[in-house]
């Protein structure tokens, strides 16, 4: 038997509790209205919307705004509750490039080949994402050891592990409830992590100080994106949505949380010809265009660039900070590719830094910056550790902020102490420093040449054309595919860079991420692609991708 329920949503908490009472009425009334099966009702349990204790009994659907909702409720079973029909369609728009079609058909090859399917190639190379240790990188062996001690306290004083590691164990399981790692931490992080992550940002900012108050630790640096742009969505209908301007082409973590948020997305392109430079004019234009469709309240900044590779410049970035102090607009700058900065001449400037140099009033605006273990030396990305510093925000708001993450309850206790591992690494002299920085030193060496060598690569081949990768971890270099080609990815209903995407894939193996994934300026095509296989197979990787685009452009010309 299938019974039609109506189920309420409310604009607020407050509104339901104080017609709580005519909530009960209405839905006890449901309850005597509706026909029963076999005695029992096929649905609801007893009402228990409550003054005081403020509860909702399960199977009551309080949302947000008042209006009716008939949802089908399964007496049995020969339905489903939540369907393609009635699930958030916010959830349904947002897409997630990285992670896509194209990875999930490289999973089933890999798949395929495991059980001996035969193909013209004996590997998949996930060249999708920014992952160091799934291509090859080893971990930092100063962070292992602490995690290892903390994971396993009796080791400390049983291993043969270097006196500073034990000092590290030791001062994060002392911010630990129960000396646990396995316990709950705040909900912002542990203390003394924070105060760490603190002092380092006074030190890489030249001793402009940092509040530990001012930083909450997260699940990495995507965990602190999302609950920022939670603050600002706008649940009355009435009111235009919230506007957020971020890069075009852009990491499509910001568009696939604007979707999943109802924020509008205003894109701003940044100037391939120019090494994928942030243009105000274009900041200018975008903002104009945005303001006929939502009230923009937010700027996104990647620097450096992902998936672009660019770093920007000081003055680069007084123009940007002086656009949005002109504007009101709150700063997100995505700063997790910090010590990922390779070509000459480039080099990392914080928001925060250049903005307090700047004084008044730009040093009272409101900015929230990020960085992750999952990128620089570390590649740590499994482990979820990451920070945001927030910065003149609100009182309030920020009290809503560390509410709202509450509900989370804390961060992974072994990604926070990775980011310790980080933001308080070992000290000329100690007993680890040495193989720290020889480590540190030598991934960061093998990048800058990877990243030499995969443009260079790229401009060699007609067709291709690649800007010098500054810093990050990608290439985003522009292809020129042939006329037939497009029209062949038009009949199979496919962007034309994803039917290149493909065709590589399920020719070499090689897993790339079409340029229609993160935004690229209409009539151009592109692909991201990572730097991190390690050099051996980068260089294989390279040489058939070359011998690839050469069949691709013959066979479509």
């Known amino acids: 038997?299938?019974?039609?329920?109506?189920?309420?949503?409310?604009?607020?908490?407050?509104?339901?509790?104080?017609?709580?009472?005519?909530?009960?009425?209405?839905?006890?009334?449901?309850?005597?209205?509706?026909?029963?099966?076999?005695?029992?009702?096929?649905?609801?349990?007893?009402?228990?919307?409550?003054?005081?204790?403020?509860?909702?009994?399960?199977?009551?659907?309080?949302?947000?705004?008042?209006?009716?909702?008939?949802?089908?409720?399964?007496?049995?079973?020969?339905?489903?509750?939540?369907?393609?029909?009635?699930?958030?369609?916010?959830?349904?728009?947002?897409?997630?490039?990285?992670?896509?079609?194209?990875?999930?058909?490289?999973?089933?090859?890999?798949?395929?080949?495991?059980?001996?399917?035969?193909?013209?190639?004996?590997?998949?190379?996930?060249?999708?994402?920014?992952?160091?240790?799934?291509?090859?990188?080893?971990?930092?062996?100063?962070?292992?050891?602490?995690?290892?001690?903390?994971?396993?306290?009796?080791?400390?004083?049983?291993?043969?592990?270097?006196?500073?590691?034990?000092?590290?164990?030791?001062?994060?399981?002392?911010?630990?409830?129960?000396?646990?790692?396995?316990?709950?931490s705040d909900s912002a992080g542990i203390e003394v992590?924070?105060?760490?992550?603190?002092?380092?940002?006074?030190?890489?900012?030249?001793?402009?100080?940092?509040?530990?108050?001012?930083?909450?630790?997260?699940?990495?640096?995507?965990?602190?994106?999302?609950?920022?742009?939670?603050?600002?969505?706008e649940q009355d209908a009435s009111h235009p949505p919230t506007g957020c301007l971020i890069p075009i082409p852009q990491y499509p973590l910001y568009s696939a949380s604007l979707a999943e948020y109802s924020i509008y997305q205003a894109g701003y392109f940044l100037d391939e010809s120019r090494g994928w430079a942030l243009d105000i004019k274009e900041l200018e234009r975008t903002l104009k265009e945005a303001k006929t469709k939502c009230v923009p309240r937010m700027l996104v900044v990647i620097n450096p660039g992902?998936?672009?590779?660019?770093?920007?410049?000081?003055?680069?970035?007084?123009?940007?900070?002086?656009?949005?102090?002109?504007?009101?607009l709150f700063i997100l700058a995505d700063e997790v590719y910090q010590d990922n900065v390779y070509a000459d001449g480039s080099k990392f400037h914080s928001f925060k830094k250049v903005m307090m140099e700047m004084g008044s009033p730009y040093n009272g605006m409101e900015l929230a910056s990020y960085f992750s273990t999952s990128k620089g030396y570390m590649g740590e990305c499994g482990l979820r550790g990451g920070y945001s510093e927030v910065i003149n925000m609100d009182a309030k708001v920020k009290a809503m902020l560390l509410k709202s993450i509450s509900a989370k309850l804390c961060p992974t206790v072994l990604g926070q102490a990775a980011m310790d591992c980080v933001v308080d690494p070992p000290k000329p002299n100690d007993p680890s420093y040495d193989l720290f920085i020889q480590e540190?030193?030598?991934?960061?060496?093998?990048?800058?040449?990877?990243?030499?060598?995969?443009?260079?690569?790229?401009n060699s081949i007609p067709g291709i054309k690649c800007n010098p990768v500054q810093g990050a971890m990608y290439a985003f270099p522009r292809i020129t595919i042939p006329q037939k080609a497009i029209d062949a990815a038009k009949a199979k209903g496919q962007q034309p860079d994803a039917f290149y995407a493909f065709d590589l894939l399920e020719n070499t193996g090689i897993c790339i991420v079409p340029g229609s994934g993160f935004g690229q300026y209409p009539g151009t095509?592109?692909?991201?692609?990572?730097?991190?296989?390690?050099?051996?197979?980068?260089?294989?990787?390279?040489?058939?991708?070359?011998?690839?685009?050469?069949?691709?452009?013959?066979r479509y010309s």
């Open 1 to 184: 038997m299938v019974v039609n329920v109506m189920r309420l949503r409310y604009p607020s908490s407050v509104s339901l509790w104080r017609r709580s009472s005519s909530v009960v009425a209405t839905l006890r009334h449901s309850q005597r209205q509706h026909s029963t099966h076999r005695g029992r009702l096929a649905t609801m349990p007893s009402l228990c919307v409550n003054h005081e204790d403020h509860h909702v009994c399960p199977g009551l659907l309080f949302t947000s705004p008042y209006r009716m909702l008939h949802t089908t409720v399964v007496g049995n079973g020969s339905s489903k509750t939540i369907t393609l029909d009635n699930m958030n369609p916010n959830i349904k728009t947002m897409e997630y490039a990285v992670r896509g079609p194209l990875v999930i058909r490289a999973t089933e090859i890999e798949k395929e080949l495991s059980a001996g399917s035969k193909k013209p190639f004996t590997e998949v190379i996930k060249a999708n994402i920014g992952d160091a240790h799934a291509m090859g990188q080893k971990p930092i062996t100063f962070i292992r050891q602490v995690l290892a001690l903390i994971s396993f306290p009796e080791l400390i004083d049983t291993v043969n592990f270097p006196s500073d590691v034990k000092a590290k164990a030791r001062s994060i399981l002392g911010g630990c409830k129960g000396g646990s790692a396995g316990s709950y």
């Open 193 to 233: 992590i924070r105060q760490h992550a603190s002092e380092y940002i006074t030190k890489r900012d030249g001793g402009i100080p940092s509040n530990p108050d001012d930083i909450i630790l997260c699940a990495g640096a995507s965990e602190g994106i999302r609950a920022t742009l939670k603050l600002f969505i």
């Open 306 to 328: 992902n998936p672009t590779g660019q770093v920007l410049t000081r003055e680069n970035i007084e123009e940007i900070i002086k656009f949005a102090y002109n504007e009101r």
């Open 440 to 458: 540190k030193t030598a991934v960061l060496k093998s990048l800058a040449s990877r990243a030499t060598m995969i443009a260079d690569t790229f």
């Open 525 to 554: 095509y592109h692909f991201r692609t990572t730097i991190l296989p390690q050099p051996e197979k980068l260089k294989i990787m390279l040489d058939k991708f070359k011998d690839f685009h050469v069949q691709f452009v013959a």
